[in-house]
């Protein structure tokens, strides 16, 4: 390789959701770009034109940006390319390196089973033929690939792949109607994007060996290949529906943190040492395409679990909060203007054992809930009258209370289970279920914190006086 400054994409086909495989695939050329200071792009691959809406764009679009992992430059449209791609057949043309083949579809298809049954690939009578006696018939035009000797891809993750060329057909370039066929496009494309590093997934390994022919035959610098293996399920098989979410607006609607996701992805199938939790300033310094291992790697939900976990216990309660106002939004919950201080002072107290943003969301409807409570049946058990009388008593304790903090009221409650020669099992159910109507709230102290000293003495009287 040349000294050019280190230029990666990504190139997906808006034909449906952005795959997890996708994603890992741009992360690791957003790395590598970084790491390396150069410059990581996007190029929409929408040649298949009834499937490439703008919706479909849209999905990428949106998909990267929530990941974190926005291109530096413009995105590059393939489709609009179609004159500069046909523009580089025309010029193979010119250079003997390719030819008009005339084969009917009967000629093509008794040519592939002569070809078969002899054990070679196809060879067109056109490639060799004289111009001069071309028909007046639709034609395609082919790569003339080398017959002979061998193509050596020396792939920064697989290692070195040889290609027996005589085991590769001529690659079409235009398809009869003139259109440019994948192959053409992506060589085309990447040199004119300045892409110095090809990194994708490995189920592109033989198009790096039709792809390197048409660079050899423009008198092209080809670029670095690195082709990552695929993503597999916890059942070390392929990653499909069964295993759940492949998609990454899937991930994002389950409660996933884009940082938990970009840090988890970096593991599959590259790591720095036991590093586990590390920052993106560290992956990005850490980060060489020659280090992903070759291997599939596996999906695992628990380690994602645990990662994103620590996301959450690390995000700012600010932005939690407005996140978990807009799940709570979507599951008809109405949030009051005075909600957000409120969820705020609570996801602190709750956040420890969520695992994800929906997780989060359930452990805080408790302080959104508005009175009067309706307590439900079992809540409304624990109410007996000896329970109502004892809590009375901790209610004029907690008025006199001057901090209202976890610490202080953790001792105050202590004290008065104490003083009153019954352990806290005796009324912190019902406490409970008095201050949050019977939903999940963390510890005692902490409800009463989360939900305020006013709320909290509303609720309590609330339930004190409803005869319930």
């Given amino acids: 390789m040349s000294d050019r400054p280190v230029r990666t994409r990504i190139a997906p086909s808006p034909t449906g959701d952005m795959h997890i495989g996708t994603a890992r695939t741009a992360l690791f050329n957003w790395l590598y770009a970084l790491h ?8 929409i691959e929408d040649t298949d034109r009834e499937r490439s809406t703008p919706n479909a764009v849209q999905v990428i679009f949106d998909g990267l940006k929530w990941l974190g992992l926005e291109p530096d430059e413009e995105p590059v449209f393939q489709f609009t390319r179609a004159d500069r791609h046909r523009e580089v057949a025309m010029a ?16 093509l298809e008794a040519e592939r089973e002569k070809a078969r049954a002899e054990g070679r690939v196809i060879r067109s009578p056109w490639r060799d033929a004289s111009p001069n006696d071309a ?20 792939d920064q993750v697989k290692g070195r792949i040889v290609f027996q060329n005589a085991n590769l057909d001529d690659l079409i370039l235009l398809r009869t ?3 440019p066929t994948y192959n053409l496009a992506v060589v085309v494309d990447d040199h004119d994007m300045g892409i110095t590093h090809v990194i994708r ?14 660079y050899q035959a423009m008198g092209w610098e080809a670029p670095v290949w690195a082709h990552l293996p695929m993503i597999h399920g916890p059942d070390g098989k392929k990653l499909s529906k069964r295993h759940g979410a492949q998609a990454v607006s899937e991930f994002d609607a389950m409660g996933y943190l884009p940082e938990a996701m970009r840090n988890y992805l970096a593991k599959l199938g590259w790591g720095h040492g036991d590093d586990e939790i590390f920052s993106d300033e560290q992956a990005i310094a850490w980060f060489d395409i020659k280090d992903v291992v070759s291997a599939p790697a596996r999906l695992d939900w628990d380690k994602l679990n645990h990662v994103n976990n620590h996301y959450i216990r690390q995000a700012d309660p600010e932005r939690l909060a407005d996140l978990v106002e807009g799940i709570l939004k979507s599951r008809d919950w109405q949030i009051a203007s005075t909600d957000h201080e409120v969820l705020v002072r609570t996801i602190p107290l709750v956040r420890d054992g969520a695992k994800t943003l929906l997780e989060l969301a359930d452990a805080c409807v408790f302080v959104i809930r508005k009175r009067p409570l309706e307590l439900p049946e079992k809540a409304r058990g624990l109410l007996t009258d000896e329970t109502r009388a004892r809590l009375s008593r901790l ?6 209370a001057t901090d209202w903090n976890v610490i202080e009221l953790e001792a105050l409650i202590r004290r008065f289970a104490e003083d009153e020669g019954v352990g806290i099992g005796k009324f912190g159910p019902a406490l409970r279920a008095a201050l949050s109507g019977g939903s999940p709230a963390p510890d005692l102290a902490g409800t009463l914190v989360a939900l305020g000293r006013e709320e909290s003495f509303a609720r309590l009287d609330d339930a004190l006086s409803s005869g319930a």
């Fill in 36 to 43: 390396t200071g150069g410059k990581f792009l996007l190029r």
């Fill in 92 to 107: 193979l043309l010119e250079k003997g390196a390719a030819y008009r083949d005339y084969m009917t579809p009967e000629e």
């Fill in 135 to 154: 028909p007046d018939r639709p034609f395609v035009v082919r790569l003339k690939t080398p017959q002979t000797g061998e193509t050596v891809i020396d």
């Fill in 177 to 179: 109607d003139g259109t």
């Fill in 201 to 214: 997934g490995d189920d592109h390994i033989s198009n790096a060996a039709r792809q390197t022919h048409i």
């Fill in 395 to 400: 209610v004029e304790r907690l008025q006199a």
